[in-house]
């Protein structure tokens, strides 16, 4: 059974700083792996897809890397500002399934 | 503006009630799920549909029933729901069920009394 979990699960950290978001799950039979952003009551904002072959991919200031093997990905954002300030989801698409599993979430604060 | 639209946005019901979530998507996609995220917890899913047939049915109480009339439109029918079934309900779309990537409403905010 896939699980996901995401650590740490708050952060604050003052603007300007560069900060990276764990995301650890247990089957690396999958098909891609999905950041989002959710702000307090909304919905999920896509951020970056992996795909399973590949190793990271970039937007703006952030990067998303994925190590299948030992079941790890991570989300690099560089020079971070307040509106950064979210909670971040990690999801994994298991082979086989149509079921997205999602981690708890990394709740982040950039303090101006 | 993700292009999945969902209503309404906040809901406050009995539980004695029926009453209906909609959602919709302009995307173009062929598979909309329904995914319930309450406090603390990690998002579950709960129905899956692709090409308008479901395929998965994460064990979610028959309190709950969905429907998918065509590819653009998914509608959760709630009826007899607890106080515990209060959460935010999200819809997302897909280009293709399960491997590619998922856009999101904005959820609906649902509180059982």
């Known amino acids: 059974k896939q699980e996901v979990t995401q650590i740490p699960a708050a952060l604050s950290v003052p603007e300007g700083e560069n900060l990276v978001l764990n995301c650890s799950f247990t089957d690396s039979a999958i098909y891609n792996l999905q950041w989002f952003r959710q702000d307090p009551g909304k919905g999920l904002t896509s951020l970056l897809l992996i795909q399973s072959s590949q190793r990271e991919q970039t937007s703006g200031r952030l990067n998303a890397s994925l190590d299948k093997s030992s079941g790890r990905s991570t989300l690099y954002i560089a020079a971070s500002q307040p509106g950064d300030s979210a909670t971040y989801l990690c999801?994994?698409?298991?082979?086989?399934?149509?079921?997205?599993?999602f981690g708890t979430g990394t709740r982040l604060k950039v303090l101006a | 503006e993700t292009g999945v639209t969902q209503t309404p946005r906040h809901l406050v019901m009995g539980m004695t009630n029926k009453k209906s979530l909609k959602c919709e998507q302009h995307?173009?996609?062929?598979?909309m799920y329904w995914y319930k995220q309450s406090a603390k917890k990690p998002l579950e899913l709960m129905f899956v549909y692709s090409l308008e047939e479901r395929v998965e049915n994460n064990s979610v109480p028959s309190r709950f029933s969905p429907e998918c009339p065509n590819s653009s439109h998914l509608f959760l029918h709630l009826h007899t729901l607890q106080p515990e079934d209060s959460a935010l309900y999200l819809c997302?779309?897909?280009?293709?069920?399960?491997?590619?990537?998922?856009?999101f409403g904005q959820g609906t905010r649902l509180t059982v009394v």
């Open positions: 997302a779309s897909s280009q293709g069920a399960g491997y590619t990537e998922a856009f």
């Open positions: 995307l173009g996609h062929n598979a």
């Open positions: 999801a994994v698409l298991t082979s086989g399934t149509y079921k997205y599993i």
